[in-house]
């Protein structure tokens, strides 16, 4: 079975500080990554995903994330965040074969405090 | 492109009464929808898959008969919360895969705040 643990529920950090959100996946079978990032009473909005290719995945809002195959993790980077950056963050993983639809696994979700 | 909405944004009703919530796809066709619950400071919970023209498949622990779902066209899915009670008011999000950018890209609604008296 396929799994998420996303190791921070809560970063708080300084604006124009670099920020790591860590993302760790257990399964068996290839799989899918993706960052979402929701702000509240809202839904969830694709950051970035890697589905092959290069390891170092580019996504909006000068995010980046980084597969690493050896270590199943899927950390996300941002160089320098702002207040607006302040939200909760999920890791999702998915994983090929028709069957399964698309279905989406998330973890427990981070919540990244931006402040002044 | 690529925006789904969901309709109510918000409902309160009192226990024992149902409520529908609609999920559409506004610019692409969308074969397969999934219905998720969060509930405060928590993650999302995938409740079931929702492929049009077929029944739903629901995930373990999920009561089929308390939360029907209906997905009639390629573009637009319901969920309906049957004789709701407290213990249901939660945060409902749906969402919609559309095959473009990678057969897994899904888009979320921006969500549904169910309130049970």
């Known amino acids: 079975a396929q799994s998420v643990t996303q190791l921070d529920s809560q970063v708080p950090v300084f604006e124009e500080a670099p920020v790591e959100l860590r993302c760790n996946y257990s399964s068996s079978v290839s799989v899918y990554l993706f960052w979402y990032v929701q702000y509240p009473n809202q839904g969830l909005q694709l950051l970035l995903k890697y589905l092959s290719g290069s390891t170092l995945v580019k996504g909006i809002n000068g995010f980046e994330a980084e597969f690493n195959k050896s270590q199943t993790s899927f950390h996300l980077r941002k160089p320098s965040v702002h207040i607006s950056d302040t939200a909760e963050y999920f890791c999702a993983v998915s994983w090929p074969g028709r069957n399964q639809g698309g279905k989406l696994i998330f973890g427990q979700g981070t919540e990244l405090s931006v402040k002044p | ?117």
């Open chain 2, 1 to 117: 492109g690529a925006v789904v909405s969901q309709h109510p944004s918000w409902v309160i009703c009192k226990s024992g009464t149902s409520v529908k919530i609609e999920c559409r796809s506004l610019d692409f066709q969308a074969t397969t929808m999934f219905w998720y619950r969060q509930f405060p400071k928590q993650s999302l919970m995938l409740m079931a898959t929702s492929n049009e023209g077929s029944k739903a498949t629901y995930e373990q622990g999920v009561e089929k008969d308390k939360f029907l779902i209906n997905h009639a066209s390629l573009t637009l899915s319901t969920l309906t919360v049957t004789s709701a009670h407290p213990e249901d008011s939660s945060f409902y999000i749906c969402s919609a895969n559309t095959g473009r950018g990678g057969w897994n890209t899904q888009y979320f609604g921006p969500g549904t705040r169910l309130t049970v008296l």
